[in-house]
């Protein structure tokens, strides 16, 4: 496998020769480059492949916002991520739909070689090239246009408030993933992980995320869906109730709180995946979705054998790209192969694997093929013994 190419881009020659010196052991690993100028980078691309591109934010001529603009319409498979130490509302509302991660400047070696080293893994986890490139080119999901118009004639209301915005935020997978992907990168500073779109809203202020909804559309409407075995809706319910029921699990056999942010997060946007394929390759996947009800088999070997990936392949992939914490990106790649994760033990892509069984065992009419339940990893873990409890607890809920 050839070399990962890594691009640098900084019109402060210092500040250059800092990163050679940080990344001058990892030569043999990966081929790094670095240039002084927007113009500079492109004519580079124009003939040699870039996998990760690290543009500052603030530089003559061509700024950061305009180069990763240009990369992103350009060459949409390379990662693109912003090193700025500013982080201001106009900053925000140019690069939100075009960054897949912001890091803040100063950045310590360890952090800077930790975002590459996890873009560069992201890379590979997809095979689909065509399908890597669709990826790496969204910069927004779409939204359900009921409650995306809810919102925009909420905040046109002088008297709108912030917990009135985070509650009909909270109604949306779209919207509160890309709340959630603002506030947790390090372009903000909050230095912890945020699980929450009600929390995200807060910290991020009423006047900004008027601004990414009212003024960029981040959130776009998704066209109406001629397809008889996908919906929406029944995607947001089916994502709602997992994220209760996966709750529901931990709260049983762990007092961590942390565990339990984490978890109600990664069930939330553990099908995150769906959304992005529906709305990026629409054809093609309800074509898998029809695959899967006429011929009885489950929905993500459909998605393989029609695009040579599945939405867990995707979800992963994008959360990964966006920066949101570990525990949903483990989980949504992993909650279909179970048996591919490491170090068995009761976590949360355990829990949300066992939630999203639990589901369509009560609603079996949801569910084309056999429901996939890896029985073998729980017993690897020490919980198998808990499943039908768990489901029991699950159906008092009644979700």
């Known amino acids: 496998m050839p070399k990962k190419s890594i691009l640098f881009v900084d019109d402060e020659p210092n500040i250059l020769s800092g990163l050679r010196r940080m990344f001058r052991t990892l030569r043999r690993e990966k081929d790094f480059h670095f240039l002084e100028s927007g113009q500079a980078a492109l004519d580079f691309m124009a003939e040699n492949n870039v996998d990760v591109i690290v543009s500052d934010m603030r530089m003559p001529g061509m700024d950061g916002a305009s180069l990763l603009t240009k990369v992103q319409e350009e060459y949409p498979r390379t990662i693109r991520i912003m090193l700025t130490g500013q982080a201001d509302e106009e900053s925000i509302l140019r690069t939100v739909g075009v960054v897949h991660q912001f890091i803040s400047k100063p950045s310590t070696p360890e952090t800077l070689r930790e975002i590459i080293d996890r873009a560069c893994a992201l890379q590979d986890l997809m095979e689909n090239e065509q399908l890597k490139s669709v990826v790496s080119g969204i910069g927004q999901l779409p939204s359900l246009p009921e409650v995306y118009s809810k919102l925009q004639n909420k905040m046109k209301d002088p008297e709108c408030s912030l917990a009135d915005v985070a509650a009909i935020i909270e109604q949306d997978l779209a919207m509160s993933t890309k709340v959630l992907q603002l506030v947790n990168s390090s372009f903000f ?33 998704i066209k109406p869906l001629n397809a008889k075995h996908f919906s929406i809706q029944q995607l947001w319910d089916h994502s709602v109730a ?55 088999m489950p929905l993500c070997v459909a998605e393989f054998e029609t695009l040579n990936a599945t939405h867990s392949d995707v979800g992963g992939y994008l959360l990964g790209l966006w920066g949101l914490p570990g525990d949903a990106v483990e989980t949504a790649a992993f909650h279909h192969r179970l048996d591919h994760y490491p170090n068995p033990s009761f976590c949360p892509p355990l829990a949300v694997h066992a939630a999203d069984a639990i589901y369509y065992r009560l609603h079996p009419e949801k569910a084309p093929g056999e429901i996939m339940l890896s029985m073998e990893y729980l017993e690897k873990a020490g919980v198998s013994n808990r499943f039908e409890h768990w489901q029991e607890l699950c159906e008092e809920l009644g979700l």
């Open 242 to 296: 997992v994220a209760a029921y996966t709750k529901k699990i931990v709260q049983t056999e762990t007092d961590s709180k942390e565990m339990l942010d984490h978890s109600f997060l990664a069930g939330f946007l553990h099908d995150i995946g769906k959304l992005i394929l529906v709305s990026s390759l629409t054809d093609k996947y309800i074509e898998a979705t029809k695959m899967a009800h006429d011929m009885g």
């Open 189 to 221: 500073g909050f230095f912890k992980n945020i699980d929450s779109p009600t929390r995200a809203v807060n910290l991020l202020g009423l006047d900004t995320v008027k601004a990414l909804v009212l003024s960029v559309g981040i959130f776009s409407e």
